[in-house]
């Protein structure tokens, strides 16, 4: 099965509205990362966690290595924030290898 | 400028032959990465290469070579490719050790026909 797994597949909000993203690990990932790819096909680096919380402005992910999981909280969404969200997890301690969830594709409607 | 480029952004061949994809970083990032991402946008790591070392992906055919001049650049060459390759292929970059917080080119899109 689906080492990380990310829910929902595909997501439509509102402007203004707010919403959150979840990855599943099967794995006993040590760190999490969250991407964002582009509708251009560049992708970013949102956060970069070992278990716990960060906030950068609208965005806030949090990482809970003891159940498994992995959050991305969306606040006030804009029309810019469209696009495939990615998770990813490192496959052991140290490990080389990140682990990417199939995606969230996000779309930011006026 | 500092980023992660490549080049070609796109590339479109014939079942058989070879290409070649460049990768240069110049954010002095000591660890670079190829990653393949496929027409349904599954993200595959390929290769790693930090300090000389190289690691490999033992699902990664052995068609697929990295090829690395200095810590600036590693390259991709395909031997002889083959339709499944068809993909976008990511070079990405990270300071220090493994997969810290990678930052990825633009891309290159290959199409094999």
């Known amino acids: 099965g689906d080492k990380v797994k990310q829910s929902p597949s595909a997501l439509s909000l509102q402007e203004g509205t707010n919403s959150a993203l979840r990855c599943n690990f099967s794995i006993a990932a040590t760190t999490v990362q969250w991407f964002l790819q582009n509708p251009r096909g560049s992708l970013m680096n949102l956060f970069y966690l070992v278990p716990g919380t960060k906030e950068n402005g609208r965005l806030k992910s949090a990482f809970d290595s003891k159940e498994s999981y992995s959050t991305l909280h969306i606040r006030d969404a804009q029309l810019e924030d469209s696009g495939t969200y990615f998770c990813a997890a490192d496959a052991s301690s140290g490990s080389w290898q990140l682990i990417f969830g199939s995606g969230t594709q996000l779309t930011v409607m006026p | 400028e500092t980023a992660v480029f490549q080049t070609p952004n796109y590339h479109v061949t014939q079942v058989g032959n070879e290409v070649s994809f460049n990768c240069k970083q110049t954010l002095g990032h000591d660890t670079m990465y190829w990653y393949k991402q496929d027409s349904k946008k599954l993200l595959k790591i390929m290769f790693s290469y930090n300090n000389k070392q190289l690691i490999v992906n033992e699902t990664v055919p052995r068609r697929f070579s990295p090829q690395s001049s200095d810590k600036a650049h590693l390259n991709l060459r395909i031997k002889s490719v083959e339709p499944e390759d068809s993909a976008v292929y990511l070079c990405?970059?990270?300071?220090?050790?493994?997969?810290?917080?990678?930052?990825f080119g633009e891309g290159t899109r290959l199409s094999v026909l």
């Open positions: 990405a970059s990270s300071p220090g050790t493994y997969n810290q917080a990678p930052l």
